[in-house]
């Protein structure tokens, strides 16, 4: 059974940078495309990047301020966002698909405030 769980400061401050985790059972890192994906508060979702195989990928908005990694002994996919500001304030999701199916983590509420 695939689960995602995502992990992080659910408040951060101006100019900080953002550390997400998602801890990840029964998937395999190797061969699936893993990506980031956020809901500001009456928007819709926006997806922020991914990485499939050896390859990253970043949205274009956010790729100078985005790192995204992951560690297969922790079982772990991770997310980095820079410089962040009261805009960044959003429900942050990780995704996976698999042999074409997608599961997603509950997410996790981060508030970008003084």
């Known amino acids: 059974q695939v689960q995602l769980q995502e992990s992080g400061p659910g408040l951060v401050k101006p100019s900080q940078t953002l550390s997400l985790t998602c801890d990840v059972s029964?998937?395999?890192?190797?061969?699936?495309?893993w990506s980031w994906i956020r809901q500001p508060p009456g928007k819709a979702l926006e997806w922020m990047g991914a990485?499939?195989?050896?390859?990253?990928y970043y949205s274009p908005s956010l790729k100078s301020r985005t790192s995204i990694s992951r560690d297969t002994s922790k079982n772990q996919f991770t997310l980095q966002l820079s410089s962040v500001t009261p805009e960044d304030t959003a429900v942050y999701y990780c995704?996976?698909?698999?042999?074409?199916?997608?599961?997603w983590g509950q997410g996790t509420q981060v508030t970008v405030s003084s």
């Open positions: 995704k996976l698909v698999q042999s074409g199916l997608p599961y």
């Open positions: 990485i499939y195989g050896d390859t990253t």
């Open positions: 029964g998937a395999s890192f190797t061969t699936n495309y």
